[in-house]
């Protein structure tokens, strides 16, 4: 089966072309330089590049893997949620193609579709428990398959992704910053008492990101020089500051300022990082059971009251999972913080973490810590397959496809804030 994946759901116009799960081809076409002028994505201009770019991009994926449109036997769309100008180019394009071509219609839930390309180095054990942290969406879910997957918690306000971003636009970072944060942070100390970790000390699984993002304001703001740091990291001039400071023996004021930023940039991201594992294990231990050295939430509160410096004793505790009898053990527990796992569902077998800030090699690092401690498989797309690309598109939609769920022209496109709907029709073969 040859799937082609069509992904304009914001700045990037992106095709590949999947035969039964292998991915033969892509092309991807960024619209960063665009956006960086205006520190953001400009909706307008967004749909406008990929109404530019989408035919010959399409003609380009063909030409590269060797096939014609006519060979095509499944479309693939990222249907939302997203800047729905810019889906409807999308969708247009696909509906046209399939029209055109007689392939199948598949729309296929762009933030799924990040989740599942964690299945495409490696094969997806369900359930998992698949956090998505992307640009615009902060999500715990639990995976039941492909098409089955239900939201266990959300972000209230901002999305880590758009922490990263905002943070660096205080900063004068150029857009999107969250890379660029990171690649900072490994030139730098964490302290981690620098930042707190926000909207934790609470019994749910749900994200608040905007305090942090204040919080680091506030730093930046404390501390000009990290804005000229910052320029000088953009410009390049922090790097020859450094190379002609060699032989002084007088600290030069650059350097410092610059490695003052590396610090922040380090324990921003480390921030980060503690703050979506807590909340991960947190979600791990009401599906499985909590982990040796997990604090309830009640001793969370407790300490918090007490002055004491919240730390999980995770770090060095015993790799062994739960297992499936101690769930009967653990529900003696009720009433301690929510942490009892529900007995009538299958244990989660896998960890999975996608979209743009599972690049981030905090994230990286802070969640194959957890993985190691629960003793199950974490599986995370390539750095290149977290951000927003077309090979997670069509492969999702081969995957959907080979269920028999496919779509008819009536597929609406579904913009950022409404639920996508389940509305898959089936058919019998392919
Ligand atoms: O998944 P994605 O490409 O687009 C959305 O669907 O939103 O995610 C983009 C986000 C941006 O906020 C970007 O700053 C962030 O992912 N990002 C990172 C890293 N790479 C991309 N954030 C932190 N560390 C990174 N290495
Ligand atoms: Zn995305």
Partial sequence: MLCLGIETSCDETALALVRDGVVIAD??????DVHALFGGVVPELASREHYRLIGALCDEVLRRAGVTAADIDVVAVARGPGLLGSLLVGMGFAKGLALATGARLVGVNHLHAHLLAAGIAAEMAYPALGL???????????MESPRRMSLLGRTLDDAAGEAFDKVAKQLGLAYPGGRTIDELGRKGRVNPAMFPRPYVDNDNLDFSFSGLKTAAGLVVQANPALIEAARAVMTGSA????????????????????????????????????????????ALARENGPLPGTPTVAARKKRKKSGAVVVDAGQAASPCPPTVPEHAALAAHAGQGGEVPDTHRAPVRALVAAGGVAANSYVREALGDLAMRAG????????????????MVAHAGWQLASLGLWHDLALEAIPRGRSIPDDFTMFRSV
Avoid at 27 to 32: E, G
């Fill in 376 to 391: 199950l498989p974490l599986l995370l797309p390539t750095p290149a397959l977290c951000t927003d690309n077309g090979i």
């Fill in 27 to 32: 092309v991807m076409s960024s619209q960063a």
């Fill in 132 to 142: 998505l942290v992307s640009g615009g969406h902060t999500h715990i879910y639990r």
């Fill in 239 to 282: 790097l020859s500051a450094d190379a002609s400071n060699a032989d002084d023996t007088e600290p030069d004021s650059t350097l410092t300022d610059v490695s003052s930023l590396c610090d922040m940039c380090a324990s921003f991201n480390h921030a980060v990082a503690d703050t979506l594992r807590i909340k991960l294990e947190r």
